[in-house]
């Protein structure tokens, strides 16, 4: 499907408690490992319960033919020694095969204006570096300035090697 639906077909509203589980299956089918293991490694139930108990207004779904097709949950950041607030998007994402149609747009739009309700001068996203679908979009939105950010990983689970005395 490529065909950009329409605000009647589309509707952006609130998340509510009955959401969390088809947010969480999206999520699932989106942040697999292959996709990215990052994301997948943070995505679980526990981020979605976390976000929509801290910051419910800035959680929200699109929904299709009353079923849930893709969401988005951010949060604000306010720092003691700065008079900025940062909005920051932690997750977003549309269902594969009505990606390109202007849900993910239709969301950021939502979320941007809930943000500057509350007073954010400036939103922050973060992503794999290799994920060019998703910086594709972030640049549509109006972002800029990509820093580099390193990610990096260390195993605890690996047996470790015994130290053997000379
Ligand atoms: C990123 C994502 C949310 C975009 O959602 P979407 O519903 O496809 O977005 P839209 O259809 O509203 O597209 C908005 C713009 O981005 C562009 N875009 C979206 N996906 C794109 C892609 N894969 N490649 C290139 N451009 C893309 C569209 O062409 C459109 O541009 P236009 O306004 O000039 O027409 C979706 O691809 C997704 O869920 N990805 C997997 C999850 C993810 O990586 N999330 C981001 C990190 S949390």
């Not at 999520?27 to 990052?38: I, V």
């Not at 893709?70 to 607030?85: D, I, M, Q, R």
């Not at 202007?102 to 922050?124: P, S, T």
């Amino acid at each position: 499907m490529s065909k950009i639906l329409s605000p009647e077909e589309l509707v952006i509203r609130i998340m509510t408690i009955d959401d969390l589980a088809a947010v969480f299956h999206l999520g699932e089918q989106l942040f697999t490992s292959e996709y990215s293991s990052s994301m997948y490694r943070t995505w679980d139930e526990y981020e979605i319960t976390t976000l929509f108990n801290s910051d419910s207004e800035l959680c929200i779904v699109a929904e299709l033919n009353e079923e849930v097709v893709g969401f988005a949950l951010a949060t604000t950041v306010e720092k003691h020694n700065s008079a900025w607030k940062y909005g920051y998007l932690v997750w977003i994402g549309t269902r594969p095969n009505l990606q390109k149609c202007g849900a993910g747009k239709a969301l950021f739009e939502e979320i941007k204006g809930r943000m500057v309700e509350q007073g954010v001068r400036m939103i922050i996203i973060d992503t794999d570096a290799d994920n060019e679908a998703g910086i594709h979009f972030f640049k549509k939105q109006g972002f800029d300035n990509i820093q580099q950010h390193v990610y990096m990983t260390l195993n605890l689970s690996k047996k470790r090697k015994r130290r053997t005395k000379a």
